[in-house]
């Protein structure tokens, strides 16, 4: 079996808790935020631009700063997400580790610090901070380039919740895994050799 040394991470829905995003269904702006989002996760919107995108037209217009304050807070106190548990023994075990989210600055960078993981990190690629966003192939090299890992994508396992970013991991010759639960997650890591205890 090839051995495993290497292992990247999505941030949301993996080692964080669900975001906000989902308040805009509540205003009747989920279309309009998911589009925002589409600009705002490759830095080609700045945050102003992506809630005036979103509030545009509705009952909440003029009050960016105030959605911006809010959901910089929320995501700045964001819970655990389900495979945070597997970051210290996996430390302990000597397994390199990234962070590959598609994610902006504003959110990402204070709730990584408030969960107090980035010491375990030897890279943190943020989508917004890169202009690129999974599962465009051209990221993952990124992310083995400062892995070192970039001729040896077989000796790293990439963790996400969506099933196109697996597969285009997978296609950049990584070994993938969607989450779902810890404990599949456990099962996966079991079948590839990878020490979580």
Sequence with gaps: METIDTI???LGNVLQGEGPRDIFKTIGAAQREYDA???YKIGAFVEREYY???LRGSDFEGRED???TTLRTLQAISAPGPALPLLEPLHKNGYQMAILSNHVTEWARPAIAHLGIEPY???IIISSEVQRAKPDLEIYSLAL???GRMLEPYRCVFID?????????EHAGLHAIQMTTLEELQRDFDALGVRYA
């Design 8 to 10: 990247i991470w999505d």
């Design 37 to 39: 989002w589409q600009q």
């Design 52 to 54: 005036r995108d979103i």
């Design 66 to 68: 105030e959605f911006a």
């Design 121 to 123: 990190f030897k890279a």
């Design 145 to 147: 380039r400062r892995m």
């Design 161 to 169: 919740d969506k099933e196109k970013n697996v597969r285009a991991a």
